[in-house]
């Protein structure tokens, strides 16, 4: 199987026209995404928490958490995002792909939009 990479824009939701480009691995199966302390301190990103990840191998290991805004073509969205170190990947996770409104298809490993659904109470009488 390949692999699929997207070049995305990442920034501080409070300062979202200060972006920075980077190449993403798109990974189906992480949930959130990991980019570099070092960019997410330039960006002036902060973490907000700490939280534990389960590696493949088992293995746990502990990593910071905070808030970004995604920008792809004219797609924008916000996520959380990883603060990765030294060894860590930088992934795009499935939640900032929903965020995105795109999915991936797994097998064909394509990008897909995702139908945007909104529950709304209808305000109408229903015709009979």
């Not at 692999?3 to 920075?20: A, D, E, F, I, R």
Request: glycine fraction near 10%; hydrophobic fraction near 40%.
């Amino acid at each position: 199987m390949g692999l699929t990479v997207l070049n995305v824009q990442v920034g501080n939701p409070s300062n979202p026209k200060k972006l920075k480009e980077l190449e993403f691995l798109v990974d189906s199966g992480a949930v959130h995404s990991v980019v570099s302390v070092s960019v997410l301190r330039e960006l002036k990103i902060k973490p907000v928490k700490k939280e534990e990840f389960r590696l493949a191998n088992g293995e746990r290991i502990v990593r910071k958490k905070g808030f970004a805004f995604f920008k792809y073509g004219e797609r924008i969205g916000g996520a959380d995002v990883i603060f990765g170190e030294k060894g860590d990947s930088v992934l795009l996770g499935a939640l900032t792909l929903e965020a995105l409104g795109l999915s991936l298809d797994p097998l064909r490993r394509e990008l897909k939009e995702l139908p945007m659904m909104l529950a709304v109470t209808s305000t109408s009488t229903p015709k009979n």
